[in-house]
């Protein structure tokens, strides 16, 4: 009888151990999920119909210079807690970097573009006649290709809408 009462006892022990864990548990998720859900309250949404946070592609426009901008000084503000002449000072500093960066921008566009010149002409010194014609073919398409920026991806790359060159029967399908 007596062990029948230890293992009764064993088996509650347990029992009220686990639903205080379980209990303790389902209390820190509701207070994390609740916390969570009061930061989105407060954090400031981009306008309805600009997502911000990614690069290009469908639904996904890239922000223009004051879009970014306002989130630059927007951020800066929140954080240092800027005076409304601090922040006009800060606009000024962030359009000065600004065009130094599309400066660079730009001039590293000429590198690449001679980079990928130099590639096509050395590739063509070790292709046959068949694989010359194919690879104007490829350089044609991909000098057609540009962004909204007039900028050309990457020689020979893949686009970022997942194509993997089926297509032109290489790739995934053989």
Request: with cysteine; charged share 30%; proline share 4%.
């Amino acid at each position: 009888m007596k062990s029948n009462n230890k293992t009764w006892f064993a088996a509650v022990l347990v029992l009220v151990f686990a639903a205080g864990a379980l209990g303790g548990a389902l209390i820190g998720y509701n207070r994390a999920r609740s916390t969570v859900a009061a930061q989105c309250a407060r954090a400031p949404r981009p306008d309805k119909d600009k997502i911000w946070m990614h690069k290009g592609g469908p639904g996904r426009p890239e922000p223009d210079k004051e879009q970014i901008k306002k989130m630059f000084l927007s951020r800066i503000t929140e954080e240092l807690t800027l005076t409304d002449e601090q922040v006009q000072k800060a606009g000024a500093i962030f359009d000065a970097q600004h065009e130094q960066l599309m400066g660079m921008r730009d001039q590293m566009q000429v590198r690449f573009q001679a980079i990928e010149d130099d590639t096509v002409e050395q590739l063509e010194v070790i292709l046959d006649a068949d694989q010359k014609t194919k690879l104007e073919k490829l350089v044609k398409e991909h000098r057609a290709m540009r962004d909204k920026n007039g900028h050309r991806p990457p020689l020979f790359m893949k686009d970022r809408r997942g194509n993997d060159g089926a297509k032109r029967g290489h790739g995934k399908g053989k």
